[in-house]
């Protein structure tokens, strides 16, 4: 399903994200209703093929139903806005608003020679110091990663990072991110992605020791879950992992590049459930 920032129109982008969901998951338009809290399960529907609207609170109760949260959501409320506006005035004024939040938070899809951003620690590490340190050297950007990486492999790294549109080089020498967000194409997940979860898995192993507790965060549960809980459980996940990615994106700047690891996996076979006589 592509970005909400890429619709001009909400009844389209919750028909596609409903039909989106369906395909996944044994979705209906009733579970859809529910997760809104709309005592009729055809209402949501009904928004979908344009055949009614949605109030201030219907706006919040899709958003909710849906997992919108940050840039997302607010897109959405103005996307709502401009679809329902009642004048000229009014229309442009929310599509105004659309293109400056589409603007600031516009997805880069990764493929092709920009899918080889996640080959390496370096590429997704400078893209996010290199704006937090305007006019430094690639020697000063080597320091503050604590010479994980030479002068040499940074300047290489700025130079594919540029050249790849992940960041822009300003006539001052001060570095931006093109995009806010970075997607990946599911056909170069598989194999570029795996190396870079093992990589920052290792990083994580290292960090216990390498740094205080007060600056890193490790916690851990141990659990037996069938595989409901499992598909429950990945979906708050992801609903969490939205949430603090929209914390990140929402404010301009930083002083340090953190790296969060969400994993979940097994630690023995599966066993054959038997009830109990």
């Known amino acids: 399903m592509k970005p909400i920032f890429e619709y001009d129109d909400y009844h389209s982008f919750m028909n596609d994200f409903y039909h989106w969901k369906k395909r996944t998951s044994a979705f209906s338009w ?29 706006i919040e109760r899709v958003a909710d139903a849906m997992n919108l949260v940050g840039a997302e959501r607010e897109y959405f409320r103005k996307l709502v806005k401009y679809s329902q506006a009642k ?19 516009s997805v880069h899809i990764l493929q092709g020679e920009s899918a080889s951003f996640y080959e390496s620690r370096i590429y997704p590490t400078l893209r996010e110091l290199a704006p937090m340190m305007p006019k430094a050297t690639p020697t000063e950007m080597s320091k503050k990663c604590r010479g994980a990486f030479t002068a040499e492999e940074v300047r290489d790294a700025l130079a ?4 790849a549109k992940f960041l822009k080089k300003s006539a001052s020498g001060t570095y931006e991110q093109v995009n806010k967000s970075l997607q990946m194409s599911v056909t170069a997940l598989p194999t570029h992605v ?37 598909a429950e459980i990945l979906k708050e996940l992801e609903n969490c992992r939205k949430r603090i990615l929209s914390i990140a994106t929402t404010k301009k700047g930083g002083t340090r590049v953190y790296r969060l690891n969400l994993q979940m996996f097994p630690l023995t076979d599966k066993v054959e459930r038997t009830e109990a006589k």
Do not use: W
């Not at 795996?194 to 007060?214: C, G, N, Q, W, Y």
């Open 87 to 105: 004048n000229r005035a009014d229309k442009i004024a929310a599509y105004t608003e659309m293109t400056e939040i589409a603007n600031s938070n």
């Open 30 to 58: 009733r579970e859809f209703a529910q997760k809104g809290g709309f005592t009729s399960p055809n209402y949501v529907k009904l928004v979908c093929e344009g055949k009614s609207g949605l109030s201030r609170r219907g």
């Open 194 to 230: 795996r190396k870079m979860h093992s990589e920052m898995a290792t990083l994580a192993k290292d960090a216990i020791e390498e740094f205080p507790v007060e600056e890193r965060n490790f916690t851990g549960i141990t659990m037996g879950i069938d595989d409901k809980d499992y």
């Open 160 to 163: 594919y990072l540029t050249r």
